[in-house]
């Protein structure tokens, strides 16, 4: 099988790289390779790889500067997504992209998000990858599609990293207790969606570690697993006064995703700590 990945370059691209650059005939593009938003540029790529399966880890994920950016956002984010499915239906390939919890609108009250739940985003930067996971579905019909959430691993653009970087400068962080959703790793995504790719499945499915927690909560077993001694405050979020409006709960249900391949994926505390052992 030979696979493209594209936005090799982040956190999520770099996981995947280390894990198919030992199995497979993998090729790997940062956004300086190759611009998605740009349809030629997509189609003499997949012209040249003839990828088999094509997973898309590229995406504008600036969500607060998606508010006044919007038409990057948008190239990116929903332009670039139908680009690639086009291509891949083209070059009939099978596509693997990801989107995100911040579709929903946070009210729901029964239970964690499903994938029967409607999305109503708040923001630029969720309205963004809704309309690319629509563009996707009208291009091709070979596909999965992953809703992710509040991602770590290896890498810069996350909360643990902007956390400890901020531990380094204050005895006194404010974090909100009043935002919700689920830590996920990139090695849970790596390898669920692998083994969804093995077991032949297609659709919309939602990817996380199980259980949900607060920034806050997240934020104090990442100074108890990195035994740091500063003060964490619970504040509400509100007080931050972002541009982007966040759900105020996005946690979105495993349920469905690990029965079809009877897993149990890890609670996020538990994969957190062994992640955390791995970090630099």
């Known amino acids: 099988m030979r696979y493209l990945i594209l936005g090799a370059k982040g956190q999520l691209g770099r996981e995947f790289v280390r894990w198919l650059n030992k199995k497979s005939e993998c090729f790997s593009v940062g956004r300086e390779e190759c611009d998605i938003s740009d349809l030629d540029q997509v189609l003499r790529l997949f012209e040249d790889v003839r990828p088999d399966i094509v997973i898309n880890c590229a995406a504008y994920n600036l969500v607060d500067k998606a508010e006044e950016d919007y038409v990057t956002a948008v190239k990116v984010n929903s332009i670039g997504i139908k680009n690639l499915a086009f291509a891949s239906n083209k070059y009939k390939a099978f596509l693997i992209h990801y989107s995100t919890d911040y579709v929903f609108d946070g009210k729901k009250e029964n239970g964690l998000y499903t994938e029967d739940d409607k999305p109503n985003p708040l923001n630029e930067y969720g309205k963004s990858k809704l309309m690319g996971e629509a563009f996707l579905k009208e291009e091709t019909d070979r596909f999965l599609i992953f809703r992710v959430s509040w991602v770590y691993g290896e890498g810069k653009q996350n909360f643990i990293y902007k956390l ?28 669920v969606t692998l083994k969804a790719l093995k077991e032949g499945l297609e659709g919309l499915y939602h990817l996380t570690n199980s259980g949900c927690a607060s920034r806050y909560e997240w934020a104090k077993k990442v100074f108890k697993v990195k035994k740091i001694n500063k003060f964490i405050y619970p504040v509400s979020g509100e007080i931050f006064n972002l541009p982007a409006k966040r759900p105020k709960f996005s946690a979105m249900s495993n349920e469905r995703i690990s029965n079809e391949l009877s897993i149990e994926i890890p609670h996020w505390e538990e994969e957190l700590e062994r992640i955390m052992k791995e970090l630099k």
Do not use: G, M
Not at 164 to 191: C, F, G, H, M, Q
């Open 164 to 191: 400890l970087k901020w531990a380094e400068n204050s005895d006194y962080l404010k974090i909100s207790y009043d935002e919700v959703s689920v830590p996920t790793s990139t090695r849970t995504i790596v390898s």
